[in-house]
């Protein structure tokens, strides 16, 4: 936007092109679309952002997101509290919902262990998942890290803080590709993948 400087609007486009997988000209098209929004829309757009930001925070059980004590599936009483699927990010658990054919628990560890990227065990949410381990009543925990390097070294992690005592734990069957992620897989790779999980 040389030449011509709107400054309210070149901000407007700067916070879009900080979006993930917004370049400039797509960040260019929300700006002009948000400036042409109805003042009351525009409002609800802000709000929306700000309600986000101050009303979601972590689940006290799983680490999921919610705006509740629990969330959904932690307050669900018919969902199976013996079996724990551990995911790295809250779009993986929206994805294996979708599948319909999980009726157990979640626990999310909003990451992966990455040496390189600087993120260790303790900057996960692993501490929680243990807890709940030691607090009894888990009898499997299934690994739904992505099929990654970093998604595999984290279930091997964690399945060897695990194994000790005593608790099952599998793996998702590869339905999914290497290298990809759970929240791009369709839904019969993720319930065969499900279905098809290994011991670790």
Same mark, same amino acid.
């Given at each position: 936007m040389s030449?011509?400087?709107?400054? %309210? /609007?070149?901000? /407007?486009?700067? @916070?879009?092109?900080?979006? %993930?997988?917004?370049?400039?000209?797509? &960040? @260019?098209?929300? &700006?002009?679309? #948000?400036?042409? /929004?109805?003042?009351?829309? &525009?409002?609800?757009? &802000?709000?929306?952002?700000? !309600?986000?930001? @101050?009303?979601?925070?972590?689940?006290?059980?799983?680490?999921?997101?919610? !705006?509740?004590? /629990?969330? %959904? #599936?932690?307050?669900?009483?018919?969902? !199976?509290?013996?079996i724990i699927c551990v995911v790295e990010d809250p779009r993986d658990v929206m994805a294996l919902e979708r599948t319909h054919e999980f009726n157990a628990s979640y626990h999310v560890l909003h990451g992966a262990i990455s040496p390189l990227g600087g993120i260790g065990p303790d900057q996960l949410c692993i501490k929680e998942l243990l807890d709940r381990v030691h607090a009894g009543g888990v009898q499997e925990v299934i690994m739904a890290t992505n099929p990654t390097v970093e998604g595999e070294a984290t279930a091997m992690y964690i399945s060897r803080l695990l194994k000790p005592l005593g608790i099952r734990v599998t793996r998702l069957a590869y339905g999914i590709p290497v290298g990809g992620d759970l929240e791009y897989a369709d839904e019969v790779t993720l319930t065969r993948a499900l279905e098809g999980r290994n011991e670790m």
């Open positions: 030449g011509y400087h709107v400054a %309210p /609007l070149s901000r /407007l486009v700067e @916070q879009f092109e900080r979006l %993930p997988g917004i370049g400039r000209k797509s &960040a @260019q098209r929300l &700006a002009y679309y #948000v400036l042409k /929004l109805p003042e009351k829309e &525009a409002e609800g757009f &802000a709000q929306a952002i700000l !309600d986000a930001h @101050q009303k979601i925070h972590y689940c006290k059980i799983c680490c999921n997101l919610t !705006d509740q004590e /629990l969330c %959904p #599936v932690c307050r669900n009483e018919s969902r !199976d509290k013996s």
